[in-house]
T-cell receptor
Framework: AQSVAQPEDQVNVAEGNPLTVKCTYS??????LFWYVQYPNRGLQFLLK??????LVKGSYGFEAEFNKSQTSFHLKKPSALVSDSALYFC????????????FGSGTQLTVLP | NAGVTQTPKFQVLKTGQSMTLQCAQD?????MYWYRQDPGMGLRLIYY???????DKGEVPNGYNVSRLNKREFSLRLESAAPSQTSVYFC?????????????FGDGTRLSIL
């Protein structure tokens, strides 16, 4: 089985402050982990992924995510938030070597306040 | 660079009507997917096609059918629409379904069933 939890429906942060969007996962095996962003009336856009190796993954638009195996987490971070970062963020997981498809979390709405 | 193109963008149907949602990708991807997005539930996989000539059920296939017309095109059909099928539908593609490659999404079809 595989599942993803995004414990916060909404995250608010002031522009210029660091932001964190949380994600925890549950899989039987080694995970592939992804973050996607969705702007209003658009499809999901890929931000970054963790496959193996370095636990800190860097992605598009200055975002990064930290893989923590012991805590089964993959939190999305950015050192300095922009108003333009306001969007819906999805974490997703699948098990490496498995035929099972991607499982998405329920999404976190990030609002960056000017 | 078009990527994944979905038509139509919006549609209103009456209960019991049928319609086909169209999807085409120009990235020479082998795998294609249909998801539905409902508030607070993330994306749920309806059907997918790992390669041309194959289709498989996802998490929520009931009430839908699909056709992988060729490598580029993957359509989703609602034979007898129900209000519970009111949703935003996304098509996606990826190089290989069982790889660690990200999925690329279209901008969605917003479907209302009255």
């Amino acid at each position: 089985a595989q599942s993803v939890a995004q414990p916060e429906d909404q995250v608010n942060v002031a522009e210029g402050n660091p932001l964190t969007v949380k994600c925890t996962y549950s899989v039987s095996g080694n995970p592939y982990l992804f973050w996607y962003v969705q702007y209003p009336n658009r499809g999901l856009q890929f931000l970054l992924k963790y496959i193996t190796g370095d636990n800190l993954v860097k992605g598009s638009y200055g975002f990064e995510a930290e893989f923590n195996k012991s805590q089964t987490s993959f939190h999305l971070k950015k050192p300095s938030a922009l108003v333009s970062d306001s969007a819906l963020y999805f974490c997703a997981v699948r098990v490496s070597g498995s035929a099972r498809q991607l499982t998405f979390g329920s999404g976190t709405q990030l609002t960056v306040l000017p | 660079n078009a990527g994944v193109t979905q038509t139509p963008k919006f549609q209103v149907l009456k209960t019991g009507q049928s319609m086909t949602l169209q999807c085409a990708q120009d990235m020479n991807h082998n795998s294609m997917y249909w998801y539905r997005q409902d508030p607070g539930m993330g994306l749920r996989l309806i059907y997918y096609s790992a390669s041309e000539g194959t289709t498989d059920k996802g998490e929520v296939p009931n009430g839908y059918n699909v056709s992988r017309l060729n490598k580029r095109e993957f359509s989703l059909r609602l034979e007898s629409a129900a209000p519970s099928q009111t949703s935003v539908y996304f098509c996606a593609s990826s190089e290989e379904g069982v790889s660690n490659q990200p999925q690329h999404f279209g901008d969605g079809t917003r479907l209302s069933i009255l």
